[in-house]
């Protein structure tokens, strides 16, 4: 959602090429076409597809299993899923996420996803309807013995009140998740989940067209004070705050940690920082199926609507000796 007439977003190969900066294609929607959108209050959420998954778990599975890929250096996270649990579950009660829990307190859930990390309770919200095409990878997955479940989705199965109190109106399957703002306030984002109630409050101000160029350290160099934005008109402005988030996704966040003097910057030949380190994000790659005798109308339904397999993924499948960690799972969806 970046504005390529303002500015741009690189990254750069390896070393050698290290004087040409590439656009990370497919992680960023970017131009003209996108621009009004660029300027519109929120975050990425607004248009994401909103498929809702807790990731930690093969992430999980890869380091119990002690795999690190040839080439890759060794991931330090120094927390678990179980530790994370809670920030999830409060998530998807504050987002209202629609799906069916498949392990409750390590008890195993029928219809949900066995393979998954233990939840603390079930969804806010149960599933979407299952599509034509849903049905039709279920019952092909229960035949091969694999175990089907319905996709987590950050679009609201039915109207719903969060946490805070704001309302989350139900999903029409009008089919324009991706890469759209929802008409009907069904998707669970900033907009409809949080703003509605930080508005009301009187001690929140929200600053819209304030693009921060620099965060500002004291004289000891280790602790930020204020932030240096340039606004709407061209002026720029220092807010002093007790406590600043760098919340510009990844790639703003290490740029302006790198602006700002903050952090050991990354250096891959001497192997050394953390700033800019082990860029990772989801790979996904589809295809395509066209049957003789079946239509599916690819104009209903919502991007996190649809049927999963997680029996693929993470270390749920014996992949010894094949040289890889993870795996994936496999996911037939409809619209959006
Ligand atoms: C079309 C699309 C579909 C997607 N579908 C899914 C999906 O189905 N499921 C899923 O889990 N993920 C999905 N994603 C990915 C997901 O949306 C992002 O990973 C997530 O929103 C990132 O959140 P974030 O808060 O880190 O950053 P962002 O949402 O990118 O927010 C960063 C914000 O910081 C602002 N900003 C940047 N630099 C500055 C600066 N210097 N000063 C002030 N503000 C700044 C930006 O304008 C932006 O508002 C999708 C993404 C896209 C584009
Ligand atoms: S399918 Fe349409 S109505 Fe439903 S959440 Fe997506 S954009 Fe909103």
Same mark, same amino acid.
């Given at each position: 959602?970046?504005?390529?007439?303002?500015? @741009?977003? @690189?990254?750069?190969?390896?070393?050698?090429?290290? *004087?040409?900066?590439?656009?990370?294609?497919?992680?960023?929607?970017a131009?003209?076409?996108?621009?009004? *959108?660029?300027?519109?209050?929120?975050?990425?959420?607004?248009?994401?597809?909103?498929?809702?998954?807790?990731?930690?778990? &093969?992430? *999980?599975?890869?380091?119990?299993?002690?795999?690190?890929?040839?080439?890759?250096h060794?991931?330090?996270l120094?927390i678990?899923?179980?530790?994370?649990?809670?920030?999830?579950?409060?998530?998807?009660y504050?987002?209202?996420?629609?799906?069916?829990?498949?392990?409750?307190?390590?008890?195993?859930?029928?219809g949900? =996803? &066995?393979?998954e990390?233990?939840?603390?309770?079930? %969804?806010? +919200?149960?599933p979407?309807?299952?599509?034509?095409?849903?049905?039709?990878?279920?019952?092909?997955?229960?035949?091969?013995?694999?175990?089907?479940?319905?996709?987590p989705?950050?679009?609201?199965?039915?109207?719903?009140? =969060?946490?805070?109190?704001?309302?989350?109106?139900?999903?029409?399957?009008?089919g324009?998740?991706?890469?759209?703002a929802?008409?009907? /306030?069904a998707?669970? =984002?900033?907009?409809?989940?949080?703003?509605?109630?930080?508005?009301?409050?009187?001690?929140?101000e +929200?600053?819209?067209?304030?693009?921060?160029?620099?965060?500002? +350290?004291?004289?000891?160099?280790?602790?930020?004070v204020?932030?240096?934005?340039?606004?709407a008109?061209?002026?720029?402005?220092?807010?002093?705050?007790?406590?600043?988030?760098?919340?510009?996704?990844?790639?703003?966040?290490?740029?302006?940690?790198? +602006?700002?003097?903050?952090?050991?910057?990354?250096?891959?030949?001497?192997?050394? /920082?953390v700033?800019?380190?082990?860029y990772?994000?989801?790979?996904?790659?589809?295809?395509?199926?066209? %049957?003789?005798?079946?239509?599916f109308n690819?104009?209903?339904?919502?991007?996190?609507?649809?049927?999963?397999?997680?029996?693929?993924?993470?270390?749920?499948?014996?992949?010894?000796?094949?040289? %890889?960690?993870?795996?994936?799972? @496999?996911?037939?969806?409809?619209?959006g």
């Amino acid at each position: 959602m970046q504005d390529l007439s303002r500015e @741009t977003l @690189t990254f750069r190969q390896p070393s050698e090429r290290d *004087r040409a900066a590439d656009a990370p294609a497919g992680l960023v929607q970017a131009g003209r076409r996108r621009r009004r *959108r660029a300027v519109q209050l929120g975050r990425r959420d607004v248009a994401l597809s909103a498929v809702g998954f807790r990731d930690a778990q &093969p992430l *999980r599975s890869a380091l119990r299993q002690g795999h690190i890929l040839r080439g890759l250096h060794e991931p330090r996270l120094g927390i678990s899923y179980n530790e994370l649990e809670p920030y999830y579950d409060r998530f998807e009660y504050c987002y209202g996420i629609s799906g069916k829990a498949g392990n409750i307190k390590g008890v195993l859930q029928p219809g949900g =996803n &066995p393979f998954e990390g233990a939840r603390s309770r079930e %969804f806010p +919200l149960p599933p979407h309807p299952v599509s034509h095409a849903g049905h039709l990878y279920s019952e092909a997955a229960k035949a091969m013995g694999y175990h089907p479940f319905p996709i987590p989705a950050a679009t609201a199965s039915r109207a719903y009140k =969060n946490i805070y109190g704001s309302t989350i109106n139900g999903c029409v399957y009008c089919g324009f998740c991706s890469s759209h703002a929802c008409e009907m /306030g069904a998707k669970g =984002n900033v907009q409809s989940a949080v703003l509605p109630v930080l508005m009301g409050d009187k001690n929140f101000e +929200l600053r819209t067209h304030a693009r921060v160029m620099k965060v500002n +350290l004291d004289s000891s160099g280790k602790r930020a004070v204020s932030v240096t934005y340039v606004d709407a008109q061209g002026r720029e402005v220092e807010q002093p705050a007790e406590l600043i988030l760098l919340m510009s996704y990844v790639f703003g966040n290490v740029r302006l940690m790198m +602006l700002s003097g903050i952090g050991e910057r990354y250096d891959p030949v001497a192997n050394r /920082g953390v700033v800019g380190r082990n860029y990772a994000y989801q790979v996904v790659s589809h295809v395509n199926l066209n %049957f003789e005798d079946k239509i599916f109308n690819q104009f209903m339904g919502a991007g996190g609507m649809g049927i999963s397999i997680d029996d693929f993924n993470g270390d749920n499948y014996d992949h010894a000796g094949l040289g %890889f960690v993870g795996g994936g799972r @496999t996911v037939v969806s409809t619209g959006g």
